[in-house]
């Protein structure tokens, strides 16, 4: 039982590439959810899927866009990356969509810089 | 806006004392309050979580929750040196499909 993985640990892009990070949970959770964090700000959602199927936009969704492959994968895609991304990306998964009384649980993080 | 908010520290707390830990929030529709642990270079992992007011023990740890003044606290007994790290502050609501609204943490620092 791996838990949530992602994928790459470590990356670096120049501004106006792209890349999409990955990452998968194996404990049958219905809600996924990406973060970024920087230093002095805790963590920020940006888009997060309720359920399989959907996705809606957190608090700093631009220049991200996501995809809920199936109910184990969601995906985070830089179209073209700026040096303002430059950060480290959590996924997160839980058990219910519908309640807030579910822990989260997180993947080991995507060290991101953007040069 | 919705906000938490916590003292970014660091604090400084000496072996086998108590460390408090303290975070208000804005909303008043939140229902469930967690605290997680971060060390340095991890992903922060789930400490304990409260929804009633009132204390909720586990282990050296216990959490309090004051809906009324809109804050919840965290006391560390018996503070050892692998207690130290960020600590984040994070507040559901109802409406909110599970998502978590996290403070900026308090970095804390355990010295023998």
């Known amino acids: 039982n791996a838990g949530v993985t992602q994928t790459p640990k470590f990356q670096v892009l120049k501004t106006g590439q792209s890349m999409t990070l990955q990452c998968a949970q194996d404990?049958?959770?219905?809600?996924m959810y990406w973060y970024r964090q920087d230093p002095g700000m805790g963590l920020r959602l940006i888009y997060y899927?309720?359920?399989?199927?959907?996705?809606d936009k957190g608090e700093v969704p631009n220049g991200y866009n996501v995809s809920r492959l199936n109910k184990r994968e969601f995906s985070l895609r830089l179209e073209s990356a700026a040096p303002s991304q430059t950060s480290v990306y959590f996924c997160?998964?839980?058990?219910?969509?519908?309640?807030?009384?579910?822990?989260?649980?997180f993947g080991p993080g995507t060290r991101l810089t953007v040069t | 806006q919705k906000e938490v908010e916590q003292n970014s520290g660091p604090l400084s707390v000496p072996e086998g004392a108590i460390a408090s830990l303290n975070c208000t929030y804005s909303?008043?529709?939140?229902?469930?309050f967690f605290w997680y642990r971060q060390y340095s270079g991890k992903s922060p992992e789930l400490i304990m979580f409260?929804?009633?007011?009132g204390d909720k023990e586990d282990g050296r740890f216990t959490a309090q929750l004051n809906k009324a003044s809109q804050y919840v606290s965290l006391l560390i007994r018996d503070s050892q040196p692998s207690d130290s790290a960020t600590y984040l502050c994070?507040?559901?609501?109802?409406?909110?499909?599970?998502?978590?609204?996290f403070g900026a943490g308090t970095q804390v620092v355990v010295t023998p």
């Open positions: 997160a998964s839980t058990e219910s969509g519908t309640s807030g009384l579910r822990e989260q649980y």
């Open positions: 404990m049958n959770h219905n809600s």
């Open positions: 899927s309720a359920s399989e199927g959907t996705t």
């Open positions: 909303d008043r529709g939140s229902q469930s």
């Open positions: 409260i929804y009633s007011n």
């Open positions: 994070a507040v559901s609501s109802t409406d909110s499909w599970g998502k978590l609204q």
